[in-house]
């Protein structure tokens, strides 16, 4: 783990040719069992930090139909709102109901909107829109800062370097990108938010030790915990968050290794174990 640049180019060298899930999943337990069982340091080794962090802050994940019923105490300051399947002008509406004046506020449409929508809603909001944290993949460049996020893996698929020209921020996500990548595009320069694609909470740790490491203070999205139904990982990875929505990363790493040692003794990975060997 000394050489985090040798250790990057290795894990890409085997993990390359493996599908986005299946290399993700390879890739988080090299990085476990390199780390004996501390991912959060082989992540920063990754990233070439001198040091991961040992809490790390989530912004929530809502849908557009939850704003107007969000719990500001269980929020968080960073909220990342789902726009598009509305009108632009009821979309606006939906963030308007949001309280600006203590939340930071990320739009993501998916990329459903054309560049009228785009400008229609902008025009419709009642608060000025430069005020936003960041719009994800926006068509067109206005107002308030853009984050790219599909573009990133967009540009790897195709063989080259994503342009990150005009960007304030990158949303990585390396169950899509891959470790090794999304580690690389961290030190790029614009904002690193990490970000989750509905992965378990095992993934979500590996996720949260990785944001621990990454560089910046950011809220990392981390929210789709909220939408799991069931979680394999014991303590759930909601129940390793504060009422902040603020992560504790060693005791993700505790039950990180408990639910990989619940996997070598073949028992379910929700199974508690003591102590780990990993």
């Not at 050489?3 to 290399?23: F, N, Q």
């Amino acid at each position: 783990l000394d050489d985090g640049a040798a250790l990057a180019a290795w894990i890409d060298d085997t993990c390359g040719a493996l599908p986005a899930s299946a290399r993700f999943a390879v890739e988080t337990a090299l990085v476990m069992a390199l780390s004996r069982g501390r991912p959060s340091a082989g992540y920063a080794r990754l990233l070439q930090a001198p040091a991961a962090a040992g809490t790390v802050a989530v912004a929530a994940l809502l849908d557009p139909r939850d704003a107007s019923d969000l719990d500001l105490d269980r929020a968080g300051k960073v909220v990342k709102l789902k726009v598009g399947d509305a009108s632009p002008a009821q979309d606006a509406r939906r963030v308007d109901l949001l309280d600006w004046g203590k939340l930071r506020v990320r739009i993501d449409a998916n990329r459903k909107w054309s560049a009228d929508d785009y400008d229609r809603f902008l025009d419709a909001l009642d608060m000025d829109p430069a005020k936003l944290d960041f719009v994800e993949e926006p068509p067109a460049d206005r107002a308030p800062p853009k984050a790219l996020d599909e573009t990133l893996a967009e540009a790897l698929a195709a063989g080259h370097e994503p342009d990150v020209a005009g960007a304030a921020a990158l949303v990585l996500k390396p169950a899509l990108l891959g470790i090794a990548h999304s580690a690389r595009l961290a030190r790029l320069g614009p904002r690193a938010v990490v970000s989750s694609c509905f992965e378990t909470g095992v993934g979500l740790a590996h996720l949260g030790a990785f944001s621990a490491a990454a560089p910046g203070d950011e809220h990392h999205g981390l929210g789709t915990f909220a939408w799991l139904k069931e979680d394999p990982l014991s303590p759930g990875f909601g129940d390793l968050l504060d009422d902040a929505l603020v992560l504790d990363v060693p005791r993700a790493e505790r039950a990180l290794r408990r639910a990989a040692e619940a996997v070598l003794h073949g028992a379910a990975p929700g199974d508690a174990f003591e102590h780990s060997s990993i």
